[in-house]
Each structure stands twice: as C-alpha cells, then as structure tokens.
C-alpha cells in the first residue's frame, strides 16, 4: 500500500531527525550563539530561568517528533482508527499549548515579533491537533456502528 510505505518513510525520516535533536542538545548554547543576532546577549549570560525554558521547548519539541513517530508506526503498521491514536493526538495537543505557554511567558520578559509569531503558531498547532484528535474519535465511533450493524 501506498500510504503505508509513506508512513514507513516518514516514520524513518523523524527517527532520524529525533537521534540527530538528541546529538545536538549537547551543542545548544553553541548554535545558540552561532545564529543569534548581534545585540543578543550570548547564551551563557542568559538567567537560569530563561536556559531552562529554552531547554525545556527543545526537549518538548523531542518529545513531539516521538510521539509523532509512533503515530507513523501505527499508520504503517495497522489502521489509525485505534484508540492510541486519539491518545497520541490529545499528547502532542498538550505538548504544543505547553510551548505556546512557554513562549508567551518569554515574549512578555524578551519581547520580540518572532515570539509573538512562534506563540501563535503553536498554538494554532495545538487547537489543529485536537480539532484531528476529536475527528478521529468519531470516526471511529462510526466506524465501531457501521461495524456492528453488518
């Protein structure tokens, strides 16, 4: 099928992606720095508070591309009209209204255009994927009745 060699390709694609965002958190601050602008300050003279926020959005991130991952699986492996899926979905729903959370606390201490565009980014992320989530979950609920019914 298809789909399902799809799914397999971009199920091997995030896994690489992942051990790569893995790797790189070692080298954060140095990228950091590497692609800031000029009038930002490095990223060892930052609070603690904001390091950690930045830590936590990159691992938050991590942990969607996993889950994204295991979505993909399921979709290579079998039908997505399991419960796992709408699980995975609520998931990722919650991961990116924790970032949009994030970011919106930082734009109010650094305030930036692209903070405020991220923020809403996310967000609009985190309402797509509960708006999949509850489409899914009645597909399956019709699915589980015209099941019943033949």
Do not use: R, W
């Not at 692609?35 to 930002?40: E, L, R, S, V």
Request: charged share 15%; proline share 3%.
């Amino acid at each position: 099928m298809l789909e399902s060699k799809i799914a397999k390709f971009i199920s091997l694609l995030l896994k690489m992606v992942l051990i790569f965002g893995i790797i790189l958190i070692i080298f954060i601050p140095l990228i950091y720095d590497y692609f800031k602008i000029t009038n930002i300050i490095p990223f060892k003279d930052h609070s603690l508070i904001y390091k950690s926020a930045f830590y936590l959005c990159y691992i938050i991130c991590l942990f969607i591309i996993f889950i994204l991952i295991k979505i993909f699986n399921l979709i290579h492996t079998s039908s997505p009209f399991k419960k796992e899926l709408i699980i995975y979905l609520k998931i990722i729903t919650v991961s990116f209204m924790s970032l949009t959370f994030i970011i919106t606390i930082k734009f109010f201490f650094i305030p930036t255009i692209l903070s405020l565009a991220i923020s809403l980014i996310t967000f609009i992320a985190s309402l797509s994927f509960y708006c999949l989530s509850q489409v899914f979950k009645t597909a399956m609920t019709y699915k589980q009745e015209n099941d019943y019914t033949i």
